[in-house]
């Protein structure tokens, strides 16, 4: 029996690799993967068309920064001491079933503190007993006790339930002999990449953005042993001495970098250090939203405004850098972690260039994800994974928010609009 093949007719085509949207191509598809893509596509007899000449194309999204472990924002405090890892492993097959509705075909996430549950949910994507988007899955989070990764901190009041919590943690302690241990551990458990929480942030009660929470033998032997161990390794952080010590160290890329200086900047291209800014958690402060600052926690809200200067400044050189830029929504807050078109907003409405927007959310997403040997790209032997926008890419903000096609691995899937998700669900 012959592979089924697909045509797509396209009324314009962004193909990940140029910065235009084509006019009239079609995309032939065989079996999960695209075949050819051009003009008047000669195909089997029995092929299927599937006419979107109303609807822009493009490979299927890729969000670099996700926190699926949740059916609600509102509930990541309550993760501590009420949820188990199955009901955790449940919201994550959630989340995964409405990022793909909404057109984007993979999702990558930045670990947890607790157990493999993830890895259970990829694991049961990648055999198709469960539809979602493709997982990419990191470690739990390395960090040291009393650090913005350490969500023990929720129970701070009662000592001892949070040192027995503490004792539950795998990766969380002091020492590089420590944290070379709990790299190994982590490549052993089979996660895609090592996730180390190395600064401190907004939420957390006694730290701030700029903290830095591991000394320079811990940084070390972490960066070197996955090295050794052939696993990249990316690191939460804000502030420009914390990066440019990473970058120095030679770590594969950083997340958020909100407090950017031009100095930095210049090392991350220089080197090719990828950034995932995750602009959306910040763009309250920024734009100074006081109805969505007032859902977030008094410590949270105390902290953007002393950093607001700093983190307007940081954002325009970011956007106004070479920066190899990845796209991420890091959603944990206000909204929900499957919003992953909001991005996008952000982006645009402050200058971003809708290529270089649409470039980090499929190809180069793809290379931080270590997937670009097969998505990414709308090209002949790359998997089928396709996505459809009717609005205006290039102008509206809001186009990734409204998904018309999706397909993943030559199969397609239903879709859903995600501009009144705010209203439903706040």
């Not at 186009?399 to 705010?422: H, I, S, W």
Request: with cysteine; glycine share 8%; net charge negative.
């Amino acid at each position: 029996m012959h592979k089924k093949f697909i045509k797509i007719k396209c009324g314009k085509l962004y193909d990940g690799i140029n910065p235009v949207l084509q006019e009239n191509m079609e995309v032939l598809i065989e079996g999960k993967k695209i075949n050819a893509v051009g003009h008047n596509l000669p195909c089997p007899d029995d092929t299927e068309l599937i006419d979107l000449s109303d609807t822009t194309i493009t490979p299927g999204m890729i969000d670099a920064h996700v926190h699926p472990q949740f059916f609600h924002w509102k509930e990541i405090y309550d993760d501590v001491l009420f949820h188990s890892d199955g009901y955790r492993a449940l919201a994550t097959a959630t989340c995964a079933k409405k990022t793909l509705q909404g057109g984007f075909t993979t999702i990558r996430s930045l670990g947890w503190w607790r157990e493999a549950y993830e890895l259970d949910v990829k694991h049961a994507i990648d055999k198709g007993y469960v539809e979602g988007s493709r997982l990419i899955v990191s470690s739990h989070f390395l960090c040291t006790p009393g650090s913005h990764g350490d969500m023990t901190q929720v129970v701070r009041s009662n000592p001892y339930l949070s040192d027995y919590l503490l004792s539950q943690y795998p990766t969380c302690g002091n020492g590089p002999d420590f944290f070379s241990g709990a790299v190994r551990r982590e490549k052993k458990m089979g996660y895609d990449f090592i996730k180390i929480m190395a600064t401190g942030g907004f939420a957390t009660p006694y730290d701030t953005p700029e903290d830095i929470q591991f000394n320079d033998a811990e940084l070390k032997a972490i960066i070197d042993t996955a090295k050794e161990l052939d696993i990249s390794i990316t690191a939460h952080a804000y502030g420009p001495s914390l990066m440019q010590k990473l970058i120095g160290y030679g770590i594969t890329g950083i997340e958020h970098g909100s407090m950017m200086d031009k100095e930095t900047a210049k090392m991350f291209e220089d080197t090719g250090t990828y950034l995932v800014p995750t602009f959306t958690p910040l763009e309250d402060i920024i734009v100074l939203d006081e109805v969505s600052l007032a859902k977030k926690s008094p410590e949270f809200v105390k902290k953007m405004y002393k950093y607001q200067k700093r983190l307007r400044e940081g954002r325009e050189i970011i956007i106004n850098s070479n920066i190899k830029l990845g796209y991420g929504t890091d959603v944990v807050s206000v909204y929900q972690n499957y919003e992953c078109g909001l991005e996008y907003r952000t982006w645009l409405v402050h200058g971003m260039d809708p290529f270089r927007a649409l470039e980090a959310a499929t190809r180069v997403n793809a290379e931080i994800c270590e997937i670009d040997d097969i998505v990414g790209t709308i090209q002949p032997g790359k998997l089928a994974d396709i996505a459809g926008w009717k609005r205006d890419l290039l102008k509206d903000p809001d186009a990734l928010r409204d998904c018309a096609f999706v397909m993943k691995e030559g199969k397609v899937y239903p879709t859903e609009c995600r501009m009144n998700e705010q209203e439903k669900l706040d």
